[in-house]
């Protein structure tokens, strides 16, 4: 469990979702496929909450926000899947 970045895999995941750490493919080479499946979850749970949030429709500030939150979550995921496949 010590290579979350945050300290754990749920922090990771909000980081991530947020833009404060940039996902790549080298960056989950130090990862078990154990804790990836746990950051993948944790993706989730946040991707869910971020769902469940909606802005106003005259807000396009944080629509934009949204959208863009969602779209850092789903590619976190499409690379940890291709890393896990890899393995």
């Not at 754990?8 to 080298?26: F, H, K, P």
């Not at 804790?35 to 993706?43: I, S």
């Amino acid at each position: 469990m010590g290579n979350f970045i945050g300290g754990s895999a749920y922090a990771m995941a909000r980081d991530v979702a947020e833009g404060m750490i940039l996902v790549n493919t080298n960056m989950f080479r130090k990862f078990t496929p154990a804790e990836l499946k746990q950051l993948t979850f944790e993706l989730d749970k946040v991707q869910k909450e971020a769902r469940a949030e909606q802005p106003s429709q005259d807000d396009t500030q944080a629509i934009q926000k949204r959208g863009r939150k969602l779209s850092r979550i789903t590619t976190a995921m499409n690379i940890i899947n291709a890393a896990l496949i890899k393995r």
